[in-house]
């Protein structure tokens, strides 16, 4: 079956520019967990979602970022006003109720 | 703040032999530890997860888990050119949350 999948793959966004990161689950999957990648570094929590109740955000960096999943499927990150340090691979993973997470491609963002 | 602990390599290793990677966590209350393989420009995909201490292995790979030293590491057996990637090693804390370490660059030598 399909995988996560995530777009755009590559964004590129002006400072000051608003983004918006789209992520698909695996069908059935009740939870997805947004990470932020860093060049040379592993993967930094953001927030996670079980179904649509957004159970930690405690990893999102500032007010500009909020991430919404409205009907428990589809999710999509948004930032607001980017900033240069935002500049990262930004990965979406979902996950049945078990412990196994299975990461999307990933959207590459660049802040110019 | 909870850490997950990873020389960050390179790690070079002859082709055929073993390669070791290792990791610490300073959770003591972590109950699931997670390997994760990463190609340049791809994204992680899971390996092994491991929850009680011992070993646990699968084909070529073995995870090893002692929770007293918080210690987790991963045993590759006849290592090939294409386990050359980045290893993380990732820890589920108590709160639920996975945390990664910043991974060991391996390069295995043909």
């Known amino acids: 079956g399909a995988g996560v999948s995530q777009s755009p793959r590559y964004k590129v966004a002006k400072r000051g520019q608003d983004v918006a990161l789209r992520c698909d689950p695996i069908s059935g999957h009740v939870s997805l967990f947004w990470y932020q990648q860093a060049l040379g570094q592993g993967p930094e929590f953001l927030t996670y979602f079980q179904n649509e109740a957004q159970l930690d955000k405690s990893g999102l960096p500032s007010d500009r970022f909020f991430a919404e999943r409205p009907e428990g499927s589809v999710s999509t990150l948004k930032i607001q006003r980017t900033q240069q340090e935002d500049s990262a691979v930004y990965l979406c993973?979902?996950?049945?109720?078990?412990?196994?997470?299975?990461f999307g491609p990933g959207t590459r963002l660049t802040v110019l | 703040q909870k850490e997950v602990e990873q020389n960050s390599g390179p790690l070079s290793v002859p082709e055929g032999a073993i390669a070791s990677l290792n990791c610490t966590y300073s959770?003591?209350?972590?109950?699931?530890f997670f390997w994760y393989r990463q190609y340049s420009g791809k994204s992680p995909e899971l390996i092994m997860f491991?929850?009680?201490?011992g070993d646990k292995e699968d084909g070529r790979f073995t995870a090893q888990l002692n929770k007293a030293s918080q210690y987790v590491s991963l045993l590759i057996r006849d290592s090939q050119p294409s386990d050359s990637a980045t290893y993380l090693c990732a820890v589920k804390d108590r709160d639920d949350k996975i945390i990664f370490g910043k991974g060991t660059r391996l390069h295995i030598l043909p």
């Open positions: 993973a979902s996950s049945p109720l078990s412990n196994e997470q299975f």
């Open positions: 959770d003591r209350g972590s109950q699931s």
């Open positions: 491991i929850y009680s201490n």
